[in-house]
Each structure stands twice: as structure tokens, then as C-alpha cells.
């Protein structure tokens, strides 16, 4: 029996966008019926809106970052001096002088607050918008609600390019799942961009640009195949040699490549991101935005920054390291600086800064009281108060969004969520935040149970 041509598998002739969008469909590993009812449901969206998120894995400190208290008793103040912004009456850490001098572009949340006080489960809370019903205080829950990315997967629809909806860099937060939406909708991990052997999955399999090695389709296939792996759990994908043929199409599109294609970008702007791993994502996460892409999640920990760095937590003996952990941050802030206040530049001067939305944070704030120890000195979980970054998305920019104590134990002014941070988010990317999904037992459960986006950024 012959085989059916592309052109024929969704039931009648697809036009060029369709094939590329059954492409990444079969990629993702889905059924004819799945393609069908992905197009049904996908309709003519057309919203050309992104958000990155840098997740600052471990939970920076407000007090060294955006919410610093000169003021305050010395066993609660910031270890490093506020300095002066391009917006008068805002002060930020000494360690960001780039952000400083483009504070009118930014919005800062000071207020934001909740009760999850675990990595994992503090994770869970602000990138699903659900609160953790069993939290686990060793760390290791997993999120049963999908997160912003595979929201935006689902709601938004096959790519017309047949790009990713989804990104993540260098690779998926650990603590979250696609849950109920299918594996799917999970991100496509890419890797570390500033590696000297960086290549994502998608030119891994291609080949090259030009698709130079289609004539090996047997290869190709088995490369593929290898790439799906466990994404088949749901026995959704057939295996029809039809959808491994339009993945391959898919991989090979221009389009898809070009995005990922970081010597396209010039050494000056490559180097004013930062040539590490911090700045190089940041620039791969705007090329991947301009071209559609429409989540991107930076995981900004250490793996890649070196011994002295360590992640966000900086508790005594954080990574097993003595010492105050000033010292690591006043390494580790001007990476942010520079990567953070590029991205921003580099959105404005591309006239992006209102289809691009950046979000900056971790999963909490640290205590306001200094720890104190023979092993050094630091700061513990604190979830009662954090700050966050925004800025593009057309979001009114240059100013302070609420306010927490004196010794920024706790908001006094504006209280909001990360409920209300996400509803912001999904606002941007026009996803309707009440829309409910069936989960696994088949309740109807939504986007977002609570939250509402911040008015003051609007």
C-alpha cells in the first residue's frame, strides 16, 4: 500500500503553514485526531506578544537587590550601598549600575508575598499560581497545576512557522510539570548557549541550516525518534513514518534554525550581553522571542557561572562554602547587571519593548535578620516579602509598585501575589486567565484560580 504523501495526513490538502505546524505536533509526539483538534482549537491566533522569565533559582535577597534599607538596625540593613537611578526617589544595589542608569524602563514590585517557604514549593507558587497542597520542606514536590509555558502551549496553538511555544534555557525548572495539558506542552530544553559546542536539539538533528543530510532520511528519522524518547508515554504517537516525515521538514525549516542562530548576532552586541552563560541566554531568549517564540524560562543558577558564584540561596554554607555570603553576590549581581540591563536595551532599541515582556525573581525574599555563625554569615528563606523586575510589554515602566516595612519584613503598601505577577504575565501573552482545563480526574480547574493583573503597570 503506498504511503500517504505529507500534503494528505490531517484528512485533505494542508496549506504550508499547516504542514509546519503538524510538523511540530508530531515532534511533540500527537496523533492525527490531536493535529485535528489542535487546529480547531488553535483557530487564526495571531498574538504576537513573549514573555521571558529569568528565574533566579534559590531566592535572592530583596535587601542586596531592589529593596535595600540604609535606615534600618545594622543587623537587618543591605551589606552594600543604594545607589541613585535615572528615576529620582529610586534606589537600587551598587552592584547594578547598568539597571540603574535605565530605571525608566523598568518597573520594580516590592510587595510580593506568600507563604511557601521550600525551593520546590516556593517555585510551584510563583510560576503555576498554585499554592502546593501537600508542601514538602525537603524540596522535592512537583508541581500538579502546568506552568506559565505550557499554558501558553496549549492556549496559543501551534506556531505558523512551526516554531517551539515553549523554550527553556539551559534546560526545564526541576520543580515544574506540564501536568494534565501532556507532556507535550513542556519546554524544549536547549542547552547553555555560551558553550564553545553549543548546538540546540533542533540543529542536532537538521544537520545545518540548508538541511544538507536530508538525504540520509533513514538517519534523520532515527535521530528523531531518539529525540522524542519518553515524550510517547501517552501512546498517542503512532510512529507513522508520515509525521517523522514532516518533523523532519519541520526541523529543517529556516526559520526554526535561524532563531537559534547566535553568529548571526554581532560580536559588539554579543559582547555588551556578556560572553558567559548568563549573557548569551538572555541574548538567545530575544532571538527566540522576535522570531515568535512565546515563553522563554532562563534558569540563572550557577552549574554554568563557576565555583564562585553558587545559586540565589544564600544561607550560610550555601553550596557547602563558608564565609559571608556577600561575597558571592557581589560577584554574582554584576552578571545579572549586565545580562538584565542588555536584554532591556537591546528590547527598546529593536522596538520590541511592547511584544516583549522580562520578568525577573526567584521563589522568595530572604530573611531580613543577618544569620551569624562560625561558618560565616548569611540570609535564610523568607517568603513574607520579595521583589520583582519587569519591564517591556508595554507596561507603564519607571516606577515602584508597593512597599514593605522598615526592615523589609512584610509588605505595608499594595500587598500583591504571585498570583497577581502571572495574571499580569498572561495578560500580556492575551490568554484569558479563567479559562479552565480538565485535570487528570477530569475537574475543570483554572488558568488561574486568583490574581489579577497589576493595575499601576497598565
Not at 529525540?227 to 516525515?245: I, K, M, N, V, Y
Not at 528563606?381 to 512597599?403: C, N, R
Request: net charge neutral; glycine share 10%.
Amino acid at each position: 500500500m503506498a504511503r500517504p504523501s505529507p500534503a494528505h495526513v490531517c484528512q485533505g490538502p494542508l496549506r504550508r503553514r499547516e504542514v509546519l505546524q503538524a510538523g511540530l505536533l508530531a515532534m511533540s509526539g500527537l496523533s492525527q485526531a490531536d493535529v485535528l483538534a489542535a487546529r480547531a482549537a488553535a483557530g487564526e491566533h495571531s498574538r504576537d506578544t513573549s514573555v521571558i522569565v529569568l528565574y533566579l533559582h534559590g531566592g535572592p535577597s530583596q535587601l542586596e537587590t531592589y529593596d535595600l534599607k540604609p535606615q534600618a538596625p545594622l543587623e537587618y540593613r543591605s551589606v552594600f550601598a543604594p545607589i541613585n537611578t535615572r528615576v529620582p526617589g529610586i534606589q537600587i544595589c551598587e552592584h547594578f549600575p547598568r539597571q540603574a542608569a535605565l530605571a525608566d524602563k523598568l518597573a520594580l514590585v516590592r510587595s510580593v508575598h506568600h507563604t511557601m517557604s521550600s525551593h520546590s514549593d516556593g517555585g510551584i507558587e510563583v510560576l503555576t499560581g498554585k499554592t502546593p497542597v501537600r508542601p514538602d520542606p525537603a524540596s522535592q514536590s512537583k508541581s500538579e497545576h502546568p506552568c506559565l509555558g505550557s499554558v501558553a502551549s496549549r492556549m496559543l496553538g501551534p506556531h505558523p512557522a512551526a516554531l517551539p511555544r515553549y523554550v527553556a534555557i539551559p534546560q526545564p525548572l526541576y520543580m515544574i510539570r506540564p501536568a494534565y495539558l501532556g507532556l507535550h506542552h513542556g519546554p524544549l530544553a536547549v542547552g547553555d548557549p555560551a558553550a564553545a559546542d553549543f548546538k540546540p536539539p533542533v540543529l542536532q538533528i537538521a544537520g545545518g541550516t540548508g538541511g544538507q543530510n536530508l538525504a540520509d532520511r533513514a538517519g534523520l528519522i532515527r535521530q528523531f525518534d531518539r529525540l522524542r524518547g519518553s515524550l510517547d508515554q501517552r501512546g498517542s504517537f503512532e510512529g507513522t513514518d508520515a509525521f517523522r516525515e514532516l518533523a523532519v521538514s519541520m526541523l529543517t525549516g529556516p526559520q526554526v534554525a535561524n532563531a537559534f542562530d547566535l553568529s548571526r548576532e554581532p560580536d559588539e552586541l554579543r559582547d555588551r550581553y556578556g560572553r558567559s552563560h548568563w549573557g548569551q541566554s538572555c541574548l538567545l531568549a530575544r532571538r527566540l522571542c522576535e522570531a515568535g517564540v512565546s515563553v522563554v524560562t532562563l534558569y540563572i543558577d550557577a552549574a554554568q557561572s563557576g565555583p564562585d558564584f553558587t545559586n540565589w540561596d544564600d544561607h550560610i554554607m550555601n553550596a557547602g562554602r563558608p564565609g559571608h555570603f556577600a561575597f558571592y553576590m557581589q560577584n554574582r549581581l554584576p552578571w545579572l547587571d549586565q545580562a538584565l540591563a542588555a536584554l532591556i536595551a537591546d528590547l527598546h532599541d529593536r522596538a520590541l519593548d511592547r511584544r516583549i515582556l522580562v520578568a525577573a525573581f526567584g521563589e522568595f525574599g530572604r530573611t531580613p535578620r543577618l544569620s551569624h555563625n562560625a561558618n560565616g554569615t548569611g540570609r535564610d528563606h523568607w517568603p513574607d516579602a520579595q521583589s520583582v523586575l519587569l519591564a517591556g510589554g508595554g507596561l507603564k515602566s519607571g516606577q515602584v509598585i508597593g512597599a514593605t516595612n522598615a526592615k523589609a519584613e512584610f509588605p505595608t503598601e499594595r500587598p500583591l501575589t504571585p498570583k497577581d505577577i502571572l495574571a499580569t504575565l498572561y495578560r500580556h501573552l492575551g490568554i484569558d486567565r479563567h479559562h479552565t482545563f480538565p485535570d487528570f480526574a477530569g475537574r475543570p480547574v483554572p488558568v488561574l484560580g486568583e490574581g489579577t493583573p497589576i493595575a499601576e503597570l497598565i
